[in-house]
DNA sequence: AGCCTTTGACCAGCG
DNA sequence: TCGCTGGTCAAAGGC
């Protein structure tokens, strides 16, 4: 269990030298951005070179090809599923509006059938339309609390909450900068899409706030960095997958050109046969309606939950249309609490999840991987906390990102697996047993499709010497690592993305900064996770309106918009936690590209 | 039987 | 103090 000590080397781990959101931001963008390796991988593989000289070939991924001309295809993609992945939706109504609302944020429907696509296993989350389904998708993040966490949900920054909110010349929001002023919570909307998505409940973009106590204010917003966007444009709610474009990203087999162009087609008509739709967040908790009211500013009616487990604090407000679509989420409090385990009742005790935990700070511990929401580790105590609440303290809350699925008992959770750890060969046992299997239906459905889960191909492990920490692992098997110490370089983090895909073969997060959104949030960065069905996921900033731009990257990355509210307080829309749609191939090949230009492997 | 939702009533904060 | 509003309670009923 990662107990006091580990708590402080996870401080450590995300501490920046410097308390000053200014200073913090800097470094971090000094150190993430300005010579990102991460940049080469979109940008031209040509002229990029191996991180630290580390041979690419190491990696078992086809790293050869599809460089270029897929950098640009997933920069199109995304530009292009960021407009148009909201136009597919789904509809659902009275229970998937229910289990929507239960879970936060809205129903998920995911068909991961072509995860891991040599593997005859089919997608546990595969979901009838109308059935019960839930989602998904998580992001390396949030977390959260996703939103999650993100997640989301849990996340707890202590000290870099507070800056948060603090905004200086950024585009921020107006109600960006009302949160310097109240503390109201506020959302911030979606400028580029007018249109309401079209998804059913969930699906739609819905805010999701999280009211914390502690954070004082203080956007968070560097204007000076670079951006190329506005901050307010980029904001995507796409959650729409086509199953049938989501090729495993593992998939080694290039795609044609023709393939290539004909997914790159689908996804850009949006022609999503089963869509594959993807919540914003939802966070894995259990929830219990206790009323709801139509209250005067809004045009939908509010409900009020409440988490169910015992002497949890937290509460939630979930704001929908008339056609059970999600509009806004807000949450309240700090969960005490690590997420539920899948397919069990909120009356269960808590010490069952201890079952779930890490053992040893530096031991590896996958004893549990569902999906989990938010990392969470191992308190003192020996309960798992949300590892951002550990790590950072802040008191953020609400799960941000997560994953709930179906029906009550799919996933809910994602217990926190904390984290930090090395990874070790009998880790990997460990998740083999215990996977990321996306718990999604309730009785014998949801252990079947876990068992065939667990059947799914383990990759090799290799050689670890560092210590992780999972912070975040979503249901359809994404997740996020830490890495420590100094999770905070970005080489590292690279290592870490490698690492972890070849550690958890279905997932891994990547990009520019795997950090937790909270995290992000403060050092103005953002997270992009992979899910196994070849959909990115993109984790916003919680920052303030923070215009990301990181050379290299295709420029639908480059911009992202969070805000963070006073006093902890996060509020993000949809499109806060918004998936992308990509053509699985396109995502494969990104990550190929990124697998061959990362080192083998985390360095201490 | 347990848990959840529904829903009207009640309470508290605020102007 | 009153009225408004948002948030919560709790009984009743459903699953």
């Excluded at 630290?52 to 295809?73: A, L, P, Y």
């Excluded at 393939?259 to 594959?276: C, F, G, M, T, V």
Aim: glycine share 6%; proline share 9%.
């Amino acid at each position: 269990m990662a107990g006091t000590n580990n708590r402080g080397a996870l401080m450590e781990d995300w501490m920046l030298p410097s308390p000053s959101p200014r200073t913090l931001m800097s470094n971090f963008w000094n150190e993430e951005f300005s010579s990102s390796p991460f940049s080469n991988i979109f940008s031209d593989n040509s002229s990029s070179k191996p991180l630290d000289g580390i041979d690419k070939s190491k990696t078992s991924f086809d790293s050869s090809g599809e460089g270029t001309v897929q950098e640009t295809k997933a920069s199109l993609l995304f530009e292009s599923n960021l407009f148009d992945s909201n136009e597919k939706s789904t509809s659902h109504g009275g229970l998937a509006e229910r289990m929507s609302a239960r879970a936060g944020f809205g129903v998920l429907k995911i068909d991961t059938s072509r995860i891991n696509s040599s593997a005859p296993v089919r997608s546990p989350v595969t979901i009838p339309p109308g059935v019960s389904p839930r989602e998904l998708l998580e992001s390396p993040v949030f977390l959260p609390s996703a939103i999650a966490q993100p997640s989301p949900t849990t996340g707890k920054l202590p000290f870099l909450m507070p800056h948060n909110c603090k905004s200086t010349t950024s585009p921020v929001p107006k109600k960006a900068e009302d949160c310097l002023h109240d503390n109201s919570a506020f959302s911030f909307q979606p400028l580029l899409r007018s249109k309401p998505p079209n998804f059913s409940t969930a699906e739609k973009g819905a805010s999701v706030v999280h009211q914390n106590q502690s954070s004082e204010n203080d956007n968070q917003q560097e204007s000076s960095l670079p951006s190329n966007s506005t901050g307010t444009e980029d904001v995507t709610d796409a959650n729409l997958i086509k199953p049938k474009t989501c090729d495993s990203m593992f998939d080694n087999d290039n795609p044609s050109p023709t393939d290539e162009q004909e997914e790159s087609k689908e996804n850009q008509n949006l022609e999503y046969s089963s869509a594959l739709v993807i919540s914003p967040a939802e966070d894995g908790y259990n929830w219990r309606k206790y009323g709801q009211k139509q209250v005067k500013n809004s045009e939908h009616p509010r409900s009020y939950y409440k988490c169910t487990h015992p002497d949890c604090p937290v509460k939630k407000k979930v704001e929908r249309s008339q056609d059970g679509q999600i509009t806004e989420i807000v949450y309240k409090g700090s969960h005490s609490h690590p997420l539920p385990p899948p397919n069990r009742r909120p009356s269960v005790p808590l010490s069952h999840f201890n079952d779930f935990q890490i053992d040893g700070q530096e031991d590896i511990c996958f004893k549990h991987s569902h999906n989990a929401t938010s990392s969470q580790g191992s308190t003192p105590n020996g309960h798992i906390h949300d590892v951002h609440s550990g790590v950072l303290e802040t008191k953020l809350s609400g799960s941000l990102i997560t994953t709930d699925i179906a029906d009550k008992s799919v996933m809910e959770s994602g217990e926190a697996v904390d984290v930090s750890s090395t990874i070790s060969s009998s880790d990997k046992n460990d998740r083999g047993t215990h996977g990321f299997i996306p718990s999604t239906f309730d009785g014998d459905e949801t252990e079947s499709k876990r068992r065939k889960m667990d059947v799914l191909p383990q990759r090799t492990l290799p050689p670890v010497p560092l210590t992780w920490q999972l912070w975040h692992q979503g249901l359809s098997g994404s997740l996020g690592l830490l890495c420590k110490p100094q999770a905070s370089n970005l080489h590292q983090r690279s290592q870490l993305a490698q690492a972890s895909i070849a550690q958890f073969g279905n997932v891994a997060a990547y990009g520019s900064v795997c950090l937790p959104p909270q995290l992000s949030a403060a050092s103005g960065g953002f997270c992009f996770g992979m899910l196994p069905s070849g959909m990115a996921v993109q984790v916003p900033s919680h920052g303030t309106a923070m215009p990301v731009h990181i050379p290299g990257h295709p420029p639908a990355m480059q911009r992202y918009q969070g805000l963070m509210l006073p006093r902890g307080e996060m509020k993000v829309n949809s499109q806060g936690l918004s998936s992308l749609p990509v053509a699985t191939r396109t995502a494969s090949a990104i990550y190929q590209q990124l697998m061959g230009r990362l080192p083998q492997g985390p360095q201490t």
